[in-house]
């Protein structure tokens, strides 16, 4: 087993680039190359060598979480093809989906005096995960035309929606607290 | 990380938090959005006819600096000329609230917000003319 620093993430785990990856081989592959480069394997080895390992473990685990989150997956196929998301510079988005956007961030910040703010929160991320799905599918439509253009758009918007769910659980472990 | 004291002043006691109607042909408004943080900007300006910026609201959701950014904006824009307000730069808005690097991106989602609702009260302004020669 070898790992080269010049493959790309696919390429580590034998895998062709495209949105779909199997899961069951993503973690075998995974666990193998954990295994390969254990710390114990390298205890005894020259430093040079134990810095290689070491370097060559924070690809594979870097290469794993990237390939694992299917935003993270959608953005580096985006990379690999030269697409930039411009995320912090291109602030222009579709009006409607921003205000989409507004009025979920909205009842988010209302959700916990709600009547019943576990049923508020809920209804926040049905709505979310329904959208990421329509992401990811529309990701792996565009992807496959090779319309860059759209899956450009489709990850930029996913983003806003990814972040709005670690937001709706961060409320949620809030309440959790305060019970 | 540490915000300013500044930041802090306007992240604490945000100026001009609201709303305009959108459909007043004297109201501009700018939807922006950073993809990078998933921060979502409005900011609405109400303009006289001579072309002056009367009032300024803005709601955003988003970190810190992007609250103070847009909050202070609306400040800066109130009484100044639509000239004069497309002048503003993120440049000024960073050297104002002392932003770190990291934060330079709030900047320039407030700019862009800015820029988005001279874009908007001017389509609105130019829709209105077209009417008026038509008629």
């Excluded at chain 1, 594979?60 to 990379?79: C, D, F, G, M």
């Excluded at chain 1, 703010?117 to 990811?136: E, N, W």
């Excluded at chain 2, 922006?32 to 009032?55: T, Y």
Aim: glycine content about 4%; aromatic content about 8%; overall charge negative.
């Amino acid at each position: 087993m070898q790992v080269d620093f010049s493959n790309n993430y696919f390429e580590l785990f034998e895998l062709p680039v495209s949105f779909n990856v199997p899961t069951e081989h993503l973690d075998t592959r995974f666990r193998s190359l954990q295994r390969f480069l254990h710390p114990d394997k390298f205890a005894s080895a020259a430093d040079a060598e134990r810095r290689w390992s070491m370097q060559a473990a924070s690809f594979v685990n870097e290469a794993y979480q990237t390939l694992s989150s299917p935003l993270k997956r959608a953005s580096y196929i985006l990379s690999l093809n030269g697409i930039s998301l411009d995320e912090e510079t291109d602030t222009q988005m579709s009006p409607m989906f921003l205000m989409e956007q507004m009025e979920l961030r909205e009842a988010l910040g209302e959700a916990p005096d709600a009547a019943d703010p576990y049923a508020a929160l809920d209804k926040i991320s049905k709505q979310l995960t329904g959208s990421q799905a329509s992401s990811a599918d529309e990701f792996a439509q565009a992807c496959e035309k090779e319309d860059w253009p759209t899956a450009r758009t489709v990850v930029r918007q996913w983003q806003f929606l990814e972040k709005l769910g670690s937001e709706v659980q961060a409320q949620e472990a809030r309440l959790d607290d305060a019970l | 990380m540490a915000y300013s004291d500044k930041v802090l002043d306007h992240y604490e006691n945000p100026r001009n938090v609201g709303v305009l109607d959108k459909d007043d042909p004297n109201v501009g408004t700018g939807m922006v959005g950073a993809p990078a943080c998933g921060d979502v900007m409005r900011l609405q300006i109400k303009v006289s006819e001579d072309g002056v910026v009367e009032d300024a609201k803005f709601k955003t959701y988003g970190c810190g600096s992007a609250i103070a950014s847009s909050s202070l904006v609306t400040e800066m824009v109130k009484g100044k000329t639509l000239e004069e307000v497309e002048a503003i730069k993120n440049q000024d808005i960073v050297d104002e609230l002392a932003l770190p690097p990291v934060k330079i991106h709030c900047s320039v989602l407030a700019e862009d917000a800015i820029a988005a609702a001279i874009a908007d009260i001017k389509a609105k302004r130019e829709e209105q003319s077209d009417q008026k020669a038509s008629a």
